[in-house]
């Protein structure tokens, strides 16, 4: 999800794709992919009920494909010939391949953990309801994120500098220096996620247990997480004054979006593979470890990549006159500048 975490923190991704025009045609497309996966969902339920979890991740990923590839036309708002001559067959492949597919799979995963961790409602107990919600809130969420996308992509076609496209690239733009901050960060993540899942009585019995297990994982992430940005945010800036140069409740709302809901998201996803892909009854020692540490891992390195792309962006932008911004070439060599000058 390092690209929904990208349009939501970068600044100049956030402004793009939450300007009140954009943000009332994506309502209006978000709709119709619900509504289809609702409809598609009664018709197969007839024929076969998707009381399988594999049928029923290869069924999310197999909807979500097409809507991503969808959604990405309405926010491009080009014709498919054209975007497949403009955009090229390595883009297109990472929208279906990766923000559709992949994305949806994740997605079902996460809705199937949530729902038997928090609710005690147990897609292999009870498979209509959760499987019914795993496909419409992941085909939904596919659409929103593909159409971002596709708007993002269509700024640029337009002339405009994006500083960070919400891919990979975060990671490839990072310099050396930046990149050896960033496996420390994973790394303690790595450790604390793993030593607060063994200090948390390794899971407990039921819901109840498991529930907890993943607020402790969550909430020390989540610092983690936060940590992170910072240190990539304010490089240059002790770590005892960086969170002085907010106000607190800024603070206390960006841990808790998105450090804590990200944290959990990864730790839900990763309990929906041990749950319902290897569909094991009693989550073992090791498997509570290796959860606890990725999460923290991932949010760690994850927060630390954000605040440097961050800090990159303010760097580009902040010298940059506002008549000097409508060119693309020169966005384009000082986005290059402020890669090289935050190494």
Avoid at 45 to 61: E, F, I, K, Q, Y
Wanted: net charge positive; with cysteine; glycine share 12%.
């Amino acid at each position: 999800m390092l690209h929904r975490l990208a349009l939501r923190v970068l600044p100049q991704l956030q402004a793009a794709v939450t300007a009140p025009d954009v943000r009332r045609r994506k309502r209006w497309v978000m709709v119709a992919p619900g509504l289809v996966v609702f409809l598609l969902y009664r018709i197969l339920t007839h024929a076969r009920p998707l009381s399988d979890p594999w049928l029923l991740l290869a069924m999310s990923g197999m909807l979500a494909t097409p809507t991503a590839y969808w959604a990405y036309a309405m926010g491009r708002r080009a014709s498919p010939a054209r975007i497949v001559r403009t955009d090229g067959v390595r883009r297109l492949l990472w929208v279906g391949g990766w923000i559709g597919c992949v994305y949806g799979v994740q997605l079902s995963l996460l809705v199937l953990a949530l729902l038997a961790l928090f609710v005690d409602y147990n897609f292999l107990l009870h498979p209509e309801g959760p499987a019914m919600m795993a496909l419409i809130i992941a085909c939904t969420a596919v659409t929103r994120d593909a159409f971002e996308i596709g708007h993002v992509v269509r700024l640029e076609a337009q002339g405009g500098r994006m500083v960070t496209f919400p891919d990979g690239g975060v990671w490839r733009g990072l310099p050396g220096r930046d990149a050896r901050r960033l496996v420390g960060w994973a790394g303690a993540g790595l450790a604390a996620g793993g030593a607060v899942a063994a200090a948390s009585g390794l899971g407990g019995d039921g819901a109840g247990g498991e529930a907890g297990l993943a607020a402790a994982v969550c909430v020390v992430a989540a610092c983690g997480a936060h940590g992170a940005f910072l240190s990539g945010r304010y490089p240059h800036v002790l770590a005892a004054d960086r969170l002085k140069a907010r106000p607190w409740w800024e603070v206390f709302r960006f841990w808790m979006w998105p450090c804590l809901a990200f944290a959990l998201t990864y730790y839900a996803t990763q309990m929906g593979v041990v749950l319902f892909v290897l569909q094991w009854e009693r989550v073992p020692f090791g498997a509570h470890l290796l959860v606890g540490g990725m999460t923290g891992a991932m949010t760690a390195g994850y927060g630390y990549a954000l605040g440097a792309r961050v800090h990159v962006e303010a760097r580009t932008r902040g010298i940059v006159p506002e008549t000097l911004k409508r060119c693309p070439f020169v966005m384009e060599l000082f986005a290059k500048m402020g890669q090289r000058a935050s190494g």
